[in-house]
């Protein structure tokens, strides 16, 4: 744009906003209404918390490349494990208490080396920023190949009277114990890490 150009608008931009001001005194221009309402405290600590969350989980990839890709094997893992168990189960339909053994330990296998690759990020995600959740997972996880040797061994009759027992009378409700456990043990981590994060927010940045 050329300077005598530029000389024209400068004065128009002044006067509107001169009238502006004018009518706004005179109340023709009303401001518009600003909300005072603002998130209950509790929503903005979650929204903040979310937050610390998310950035704590990113600088731990950057300094940890390789166990970046964790949540993304572990969900390959656990996918091909049960994958390969359904496609074992009905391959063979008549042999019914030998295929659930065998869809049973392929199952543990994939849910032991999940848990392991948990328990190996886990211990240094806890040793640099005390960040318990790959822990709670892994040790969510690593209660349930125990129930399935045991589910196992009851199922072949391998140690005799065991298959009589109470221990495998109780499988069933183990089962849905153990569904308990794997969600809340990572549920109770994560609101003890919200407490400490609040604490540490109510105490300051030198807290």
Not at 22 to 47: Q, Y
Not at 90 to 115: E, H, Q
Not at 137 to 143: M, S, V, Y
């Amino acid at each position: 744009m050329s300077m005598p150009w530029t000389y024209l608008i400068l004065p128009s931009r002044a006067v509107r906003s001169e009238d502006s001001v004018r009518e706004k005194r005179r109340g023709l221009i009303r401001e518009p209404a600003i909300s005072a309402s603002r998130p209950p405290p509790f929503r903005r600590l979650l929204r903040d918390y979310r937050w610390f969350r998310e950035t704590r989980a990113f600088r731990f990839a950057e300094r940890h490349t390789r166990l970046r890709w964790v949540p993304t094997l572990t969900s390959l893992i656990l996918v091909g494990s049960f994958a390969l168990a359904i496609v074992q189960t009905f391959a063979n339909p008549a042999a019914t208490l030998a295929g659930y053994a065998m869809s049973l330990v392929l199952v543990d296998a994939g849910i032991t080396v999940c848990a392991g690759l948990f328990a190996t990020a886990g211990r240094l995600a806890w040793k640099e920023d005390r960040d318990a959740s790959y822990l709670s997972l892994a040790i969510g996880f690593g209660a349930i190949p125990v129930w399935g040797l045991v589910e196992v061994l009851c199922v072949n009759d391998t140690l005799g009277s065991l298959g009589e027992s109470t221990v495998c009378a109780w499988s069933p409700i183990a089962f849905w114990f153990l569904g308990a456990w794997l969600f809340l043990v990572p549920t109770t981590v994560a609101v003890l890490d919200l407490l400490r994060y609040a604490a540490r927010r109510r105490e300051g940045p030198g807290g």
